[in-house]
């Protein structure tokens, strides 16, 4: 086989590497280039780079009933049947307080916040002490029931009660934590005959970086994607 024919038969990646008339990026940042940047700058910039995220208070308590209240902006979508989220936290070594009491009670909330608590939230990601609620310390308040003992934002608008299931350290050394749904507290007219949930109408923000919140203007909602049609507008 010569040369060439080796060369050719690489990955795509050489391909692309080979390919003329590329477009002209008004700036391009390598990977020694995120090396090099300060550590704050880095954090903020890396943290910019997935868009908007959605913004969460993570509610948790102790096995002796100290309560925890922390912004979250890594929830994510794991799948509907069984209903599963998943979310980042800090390293073990960050004492983080939110993923110590999930592993010790096995429960947790997931609070939607909205655009009266954003200034609110935001405060919580301050490195309170243990014996420190960020419920006191930031003026939310907190709210139980029956169904499970870790405690809810009462000033929230969509509100989701989760049962511990798995954890996954990374290899950056953060943790990802999985949990079941097992109730959810909204008002039923945000429900749209489709199941789905209207939470611009419920005031949710957005994220991006590390401390930029957004409120946000639905452009439209399309039929369901398919090869041999165009999408239609359903809303």
């Not at 692309?16 to 954090?43: G, H, I, Q, V, W």
């Not at 980042?88 to 983080?96: E, H, I, Q």
Request: charged fraction near 25%; hydrophobic fraction near 30%.
């Amino acid at each position: 086989m010569s040369s060439s024919e080796t060369e050719d038969s690489r990955p795509l990646i050489v391909y692309f590497a080979k390919r003329r008339n590329r477009l002209p990026f008004p700036m391009t940042y390598s990977r020694s280039d995120l090396d090099e940047m300060e550590r704050f700058y880095r954090a903020n910039f890396v943290n910019s780079l997935p868009g908007f995220k959605s913004t969460n208070l993570i509610g948790t308590i102790d096995p002796h009933g100290q309560t925890n209240c922390t912004v979250f902006s890594s929830v994510i979508h794991l799948g509907s049947n069984p209903p599963l989220l998943g979310m980042n936290s800090r390293p073990r070594t960050a004492m983080s307080h939110t993923l110590h009491n999930i592993e010790e009670t096995g429960f947790y909330t997931i609070n939607h916040v909205n655009h009266e608590i954003w200034q609110q939230a935001h405060q919580t990601s301050a490195r309170y002490e243990r014996d420190q609620s960020e419920f006191d310390e930031v003026g939310l308040h907190p709210e139980f029931t029956d169904t499970l003992p870790a405690p809810y934002v009462r000033e929230s608008r969509l509100k989701i009660g989760m049962k511990f299931v798995q954890s996954y350290d990374f290899p950056n050394n953060t943790i990802f934590i999985i949990g079941e749904i097992i109730e959810v507290h909204l008002d039923s007219s945000v429900v749209k005959e489709d199941g789905y949930i209207d939470i611009e109408t419920l005031g949710s923000i957005a994220n991006t970086g590390l401390d930029a919140y957004h409120q946000t203007e639905m452009m439209g909602r399309l039929s369901y994607a398919k090869v041999d049609r165009s999408p239609e507008r359903i809303d």
